[in-house]
């Protein structure tokens, strides 16, 4: 039972603390096999879950402002302004980087649900976001995995 209990602790901390996990792991006691899995299906469980229900989350979000943008109208106050300077940033950034870009660096850094989330703003209407986000959990999990187990 503890051991179920550990390795479900370290499946939900994957899902959100996915830098240090694979230390997390290594300190209970498990093996480099095990910890490599364990990050895998937690990172990537984490993600899909994440991803998809941002994606609702999102579009309830734009259809809510796209509502209030035409209320607005109809009363004849002038809209806001969509294209801001953080929003001309954001839009060279995705130009320039992509989704890869993004999946390539985030999920350490920035956490799995964030790199989700961004994912799922930017980038859900391109079919090969969730396929790539994953992979990058797989990518990520080896070698962070790697990583913890050389200093053990």
Known sequence: ????????????????????TGLY?????????????????GGMAGATG????????????????VRKREARIAKGVAPRRIFTRTNRTIVKVKHRYGVVGLVAIAPPILSIPITSL?????????????????????????????????FR
């Open 118 to 150: 961004l994912a799922a703003k930017y980038f859900r209407h391109e079919r090969r976001t969730l396929p790539v986000l994953l992979g990058s959990i797989c990518i990520w999990s080896i070698v962070l995995t790697t990583m913890w187990g050389f």
């Open 25 to 41: 792991s290594f300190s209970m006691g498990f093996s480099y096999l095990e910890t490599l899995l364990f990050t895998m299906i």
């Open 1 to 20: 039972m503890a051991y179920v209990l550990q390795a479900l602790s370290v499946l939900f901390m994957a899902t959100f603390k996915f830098l240090i």
């Open 50 to 65: 994440i991803y998809m229900l941002g994606t609702r989350v999102l579009e309830w979000f734009r259809k809510r402002y």
